[in-house]
């Protein structure tokens, strides 16, 4: 099961990408076996750095949701193939900055995989919680 949806390049899409993929996870069951905040907080995380970091020109961003034996894999996709780097000197009076830290800390694994078209997926695997 993959479930792949298009949205706009725009931070204010980030609240749509969080419906769809609560509505997702409750219609599949899944919210009783993985933790929707968590959930929420890294997909909002990785689509917020594709729109404000990939070179996308405008391009809508792929956001795909896929159950994988016992991990739920969420991916973003976009077309710039600068892979993230986690930001490992944090000002503590900074207000940004820090969300690949929080994704790496949620997710049992997580990472960036170039595409063949030039471009990359950004992955987090969340683990069940029970």
Do not use: C
Not at 23 to 51: P, T
């Amino acid at each position: 099961m993959q479930r792949v949806v298009l949205y706009p390049p725009r931070e204010e899409a980030v609240g749509l990408v969080r419906w769809h993929v609560t509505h997702f996870l409750v219609w599949r069951g899944l919210h009783q076996r993985y933790l929707l905040d968590d959930v929420l907080l890294v997909v909002s995380e990785l689509f917020a750095n594709a729109v404000r970091h990939a070179e996308h020109q405008g391009q809508p961003i792929p956001v795909a949701l896929e159950l994988r034996e016992d991990v739920l894999r969420i991916e973003v996709h976009d077309p710039d193939p600068t892979l993230p780097v986690p930001n490992l000197d944090i000002d503590l009076d900074a207000t940004s900055g820090r969300g690949l830290l929080v994704v790496a800390s949620l997710a049992k694994q997580w990472g960036a995989v170039p595409r063949p078209d030039g471009g990359k997926v950004v992955f987090a695997e969340i683990a069940p919680y029970a």
